[in-house]
């Protein structure tokens, strides 16, 4: 779980989704999860940081084009954010 004021919630969903999405943040939540996740007001356990650390970039970046194919544009066409 991650805390934010003081409530315990899950939002690696959303810093996942954020960082598929958003290719800056994607490089700053793979280089240093924990910082990324307070930009945002969030607080990720030491667990889940030692975690989000051992992710392959390379391999979350695969992840990122293999979709990009499936959906025939880039993911940042369809983002939100």
Request: aromatic residues 12%; charged residues 20%.
């Amino acid at each position: 779980m991650i805390e934010q004021e003081g409530h315990e919630l899950n939002f690696l969903p959303y810093l996942a989704g954020r960082a598929f999405l958003d290719p800056t943040f994607r490089e700053q939540f793979l280089n240093n999860p924990g910082y990324a996740a307070r930009q945002l007001g969030l607080h990720l356990t030491e667990s889940q940081i030692e975690h989000l650390k051992a992710l392959d970039p390379a391999e979350v970046e695969g992840w990122v084009d293999q979709f990009e194919g499936f959906a025939g544009q880039p993911i940042m066409a369809m983002s939100a954010w």
